[in-house]
């Protein structure tokens, strides 16, 4: 904590307004969609959070809403992020390995690693991780005009 000390000037309307400026930093603030800060609210999640998610939905508790319970309040992309970067470099890795492992008894075969596979990888995964969540999200959205019945999620809750 620190204090400032103005001279000069009316004081007054200077504590009144950093007292306004306190009192309105708690509420969210919208940034656009261009900028860092609109997507800087999306990884704010720490380690234990993302572990108990993956926990939540590899064991789920029967009669407890996964989305209500483990999303609802802190929707994020850190886990969906860093989980498709690891299959990404994993099926990288086991691809160059299987290849290696193929050709190495081959006579007069030198190995050279495939780095192509990397991009394929994650052209594949990363676009699967967006377009059945996006697809899966626009069939609620439709489902939800014909029926009002069904709950609405929002596509980050989705992916």
């Given at each position: 904590?620190?204090?400032?000390?103005?001279?000069?000037?009316?004081?007054?309307?200077?504590?009144?307004?950093?007292?306004?400026?306190?009192?309105?930093?708690?509420?969210?603030?919208?940034?656009?969609?261009?900028t860092f800060q609109y997507y800087q609210d999306f990884f704010d999640i720490d380690t234990y959070?993302?572990?108990?998610?993956?926990?939540?939905?590899?064991?789920?508790?029967?009669?407890?809403?996964?989305?209500?319970?483990?999303?609802?309040?802190?929707?994020?992309?850190?886990?969906?992020?860093?989980?498709?970067?690891?299959?990404?470099?994993?099926?990288?890795?086991?691809?160059?390995?299987?290849?290696?492992?193929?050709?190495?008894?081959?006579?007069?075969?030198?190995?050279?690693?495939?780095?192509?596979?990397?991009?394929?990888?994650?052209?594949?995964?990363?676009?699967?991780?967006?377009i059945v969540p996006l697809c899966l999200w626009g069939f609620l959205q439709w489902r939800k005009?014909?029926s009002p019945n069904v709950g609405s999620y929002s596509f980050i809750e989705t992916v």
């Open positions: 904590q620190h204090a400032t000390l103005h001279v000069g000037g009316d004081s007054e309307e200077e504590e009144e307004e950093t007292d306004q400026t306190e009192l309105l930093a708690s509420q969210k603030k919208t940034s656009s969609f261009w959070q993302v572990l108990d998610r993956i926990r939540g939905a590899v064991l789920p508790i029967p009669g407890r809403n996964f989305v209500r319970h483990h999303l609802r309040n802190n929707p994020d992309l850190y886990g969906p992020f860093w989980i498709c970067a690891t299959l990404v470099i994993t099926v990288t890795i086991m691809g160059n390995l299987g290849t290696f492992i193929q050709l190495h008894n081959q006579k007069g075969h030198k190995y050279s690693p495939q780095f192509h596979k990397l991009s394929v990888a994650a052209v594949a995964i990363y676009c699967y991780a967006w005009g014909v």
